[in-house]
């Protein structure tokens, strides 16, 4: 529902799965988008790879592999996509967390923002997957704390899932 009424020029997709089938079809239903999506997994990498090829979403979806890499936030240590393997040539209009895997490390998600806040605009759209875990839950309420401007609201999904906006009014990150 995101992605047909946002209408995003570019997606960015942590962690993949049946999911990266939905977003691409979405996009190809508009008509324009593109999608890129990071797996840690080789195996599951070359499994999206296959899907996204049967499904003829090419041209719309790209699959990168992009094993986690040590990186330090704020003085701490998290395992996170290695970034060298990607480049981000466009504004995220939409950005889905849904990796890595919670067992990975404790606020295995919280990298996402950190990282990739800089490449978000006024209008993006977040969305955190498995929004019941009490991690996502906290990692959640870190981002609003840390990040100015990020205004989250639950949605009783399968798994529950936070969308959240950016206020417009103030889009600066926090000094802390």
């Keep these: 529902e995101v992605i047909l009424l946002q209408k995003p020029e570019f997606v960015i997709e942590t962690g993949r799965g049946v999911s990266t089938i939905v977003i691409a079809y979405c996009l190809k239903k508009l008509g324009k988008g593109k999608l890129l999506s990071l797996e840690h997994d080789t195996k599951y990498a070359e499994m999206s790879r296959n899907q996204i090829s049967f499904h003829g979403l090419d041209g719309i979806a790209t699959i990168v592999h992009a094993p986690l890499k040590e990186i330090e936030i704020n003085n701490r240590k998290w395992l996170w996509y290695n970034t060298a393997l990607f ?7 939409v950005l889905i967390i849904d990796g890595p895997p919670g067992h990975v490390q404790k606020l295995s998600r919280y ?10 605009h006024e209008r993006s759209k977040i969305i955190v997957d498995d929004g019941r875990r009490e991690d996502e839950k906290t990692i959640v309420a870190l981002w609003e704390k840390e990040f100015e401007g990020l205004q989250s609201e639950f949605f009783e999904t399968e798994n529950g899932a936070f969308v959240i906006a950016k206020n417009s009014a103030d889009t600066t990150q926090s000094s802390e």
Aim: aromatic content about 6%.
């Design 111 to 120: 990298p996402a923002i950190p990282i990739l806040y800089s490449h978000l």
């Design 87 to 93: 480049t981000i040539n466009s504004p995220i209009d």
